[in-house]
């Protein structure tokens, strides 16, 4: 069961109620919320300069902060439906969010990238030039005696 045409996956929907470092890459990527959760990290990272400049230590922050919002939202959900939650679990969850985002910061930062010379050097080395990519013409070429 859950073959490939099923469309029943074994892949988790939704976050665990504890924290994996690898719980996105665990997570079945074609349903909505993990989409999300994918969403939410990039945004993250990308408002931090983007994922290359960030260290380890900011990357591992920037996933607990997405599993603490989600989680925060699941506790929500269960109130907004009539349920209850534990109301030091959920303070406690904002709190612990707070914490990092500080950690992190609340402004964006600029981006790094280099001189526009150096951009450029880098292209010319990456990329062949334009005469080597140009299609060879399968038409026989006029002689120049023609």
């Known amino acids: 069961m859950g073959g490939k045409n099923s469309g029943i996956g074994t892949k988790p929907t939704d976050i665990s109620k504890r924290y994996r470092a690898d719980f996105i890459q665990k997570m079945d990527g074609r349903v909505t919320a993990v989409k999300a959760l994918h969403e939410r990290f990039n945004a993250l990272a990308s408002d931090l300069g983007g994922l290359e ?6 990357q591992s922050l920037c996933k607990r ?4 919002e989600r989680h925060i939202e699941r506790m929500e959900l269960i109130v907004a439906k009539g349920g209850t939650v534990e109301v030091h679990a959920y303070i406690a969850s904002i709190n612990a969010l707070a914490g990092l985002l500080s950690k992190i910061g609340l402004r964006r930062r600029a981006k790094k990238i280099p001189p526009l010379h150096e951009y450029i050097e880098a292209r010319k080395q990456l990329e062949p030039t334009a005469l080597q990519q140009a299609p060879q013409s399968t038409e026989p070429q006029p002689s120049k005696g023609e």
């Open 65 to 68: 902060i997405v599993f603490l």
């Open 53 to 58: 400049s960030l260290s380890f230590q900011e």
